[in-house]
């Protein structure tokens, strides 16, 4: 077998997002796109392709296995060594990160658009992950984008296509291959950080339900594994947990509108606690009857609890951090405890370097993203045994603790930060820069500080700037925030994780202090924020969209009845 150069022309656009390239299958599977990007990282590797170790795999979805074919014989023609493959393609995100890590590679191809839908006319998606098993930052990915608008050939070793069936060790031509098992190295990782023994013990002995959703994306197998072979919980406390190349034809996202069967199931069967993660394990959603936990309270309340609860916290709790959409909640924690705060452009990316420095273990994304310095993604099953070691530990102390009493008792001690975040998907992408670039000489003006907008008065605004305190790079654009005096905020973003058109992204926060507000319902407080958001953004104005595509909102019991400016896909959240 010998190593064939093929000749090729550039495609535009391959620009890694906020995670990644992601596309329609349709422009993926255009010829020589897919092989001109995995060229483009293999290329852009730091310590180079040839004698590399690979980790290679993904959510499953429709055109992997082509995908993964390709990057064989692309590995292959650019003279790596080794590929550390997940049998029949699968690793979740955080399998993959942990197995970067432990197999000492030099990094990792994942293949997966997340929480974005599959099949043929839906997304696909490629992202390369550093040897220290997270995203690729900056530096790298606007290394693998210059490349891809210059490459004119690529290298490849033909061959037939590599049976991925089975675990074990392989080779094609000088390239070694070893397919191991997904799930077990990850579940055997799992089970250092949490007391499975104790979480079993609750679950057995507590009459405390359980149900896990994977919405059909790579979890399944994993939530198999721990929920019914490790904690002993029966099949029924499982969802959705066969994966498929199209989720079902769902959407995989798991938010109040995506996975509304599961919250359904939550109220309508009296279950305690719900949970579910998304088309590749990253992303995690908590809720118990009548309590959703807002993933900005959650990574606050993990870290809160982490040192009692947590056995790989008991040294020490050594940092804390979230985004910058991100409420607040998390740094009343670390600030009553003395830990270390930060806050980071939108992207899992900006927490590796402060985790490999040894400043960062617990942090969090208002985008349904918690995790720890245990890997280097954000992990959805990770989040999900995070809470189910605190609701024991927390039954433990006081017998019958449910999700919304933990939620209750966190507000009692640190006051709550109402959260929501407005999502448009697939705007125009005309209308949505026109709009952010008329938000951003605004908000960047020396004279909107002291602007009155409505009773809100402006006390700091601009474009959200990051300089990585660990190597100084510096990432600018990364959100248009007003902060008023009175504590509240509103941030418009882009998002760097669509596929087609744009999805503006507006997020609310308010605080309060006061006890008689804790229950209520978050739409009503922050209506008139989202009023003047709505107002100063003149959005309807330039994208011709009266209402959000998703709300996501902070609710707790009751769940709210539905606000009259709802459409109908809006409309499934609020039926809940
Ligand atoms: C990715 C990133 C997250 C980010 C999220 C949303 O998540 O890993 O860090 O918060 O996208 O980004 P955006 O607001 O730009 O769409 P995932 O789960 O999609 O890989």
Known sequence: MSVVTVQTKPFEGQKPGTSGLRKRVKVFSQQHYTENFVQAILSAIPTGAQGSTLVVGGDGRYFSKPAIQSIIRLAAGNGVSKLIIGQ????????????????????????????????????????????????????????????????????????????????????????????????????????????????????????????????????????RALFVEQFGLPESSIQNCVPSEDFGGGHPDPNLTYAKSLVDAVEKENISFGAASDGDGDRNMIIGKGAFVNPSDSVAIIADWAQKAIPYFKSGVKGLARSMPTSGAIDRVAKKNGFECFEVPTGWKFFGNLMDAGRLSICGEESFGTGSDHIREKDGLWAVVAWLSILAAANKEKPGTSVSDVLLAHYKTYGRNFFSRYDYEEVESAGASAMMDQLRSKFTSSTFKGTKLGEFEVAESGDFSYTDPIDGSVSKNQGLYATFADGSRIIFRLSGTGSAGATIRLYVEKYSADEAEFEADAQVGLKPLIEQALLISELEKFTGRKVPTVITVSIHSPLPPPPPFFNRRTALLTKC
Not at 169 to 175: E, I, K, Q
């Open 88 to 223: 029949d393609a699968i690793l979740s995100t955080p399998a993959a990160s942990h197995v970067i890590r432990s197999y000492k590679a030099t990094g990792g191809i994942l293949l997966t658009a997340s929480h974005n839908p599959g099949g043929p006319e839906n997304d696909f998606g490629i992202k390369y992950n550093m040897e220290n098993g997270g995203p690729a930052p900056e530096s790298v990915t606007d290394k693998i984008f210059n490349i891809t608008k210059d490459i004119s050939e690529y290298k490849i070793v033909e061959g037939p296509d590599v049976d991925l069936s089975k675990v074990g060790s392989t080779t094609f031509g000088p390239l070694a291959i070893e397919i191991i098992d997904p799930v077990k190295d990850y579940v055997q990782y799992l089970s250092t950080i949490f007391d499975f023994e104790l979480i079993k013990a609750f679950l057995q002995s507590s009459g405390f339900t359980v149900r896990f959703d994977a919405l059909h994306g790579v979890t399944g197998p994993y939530g």
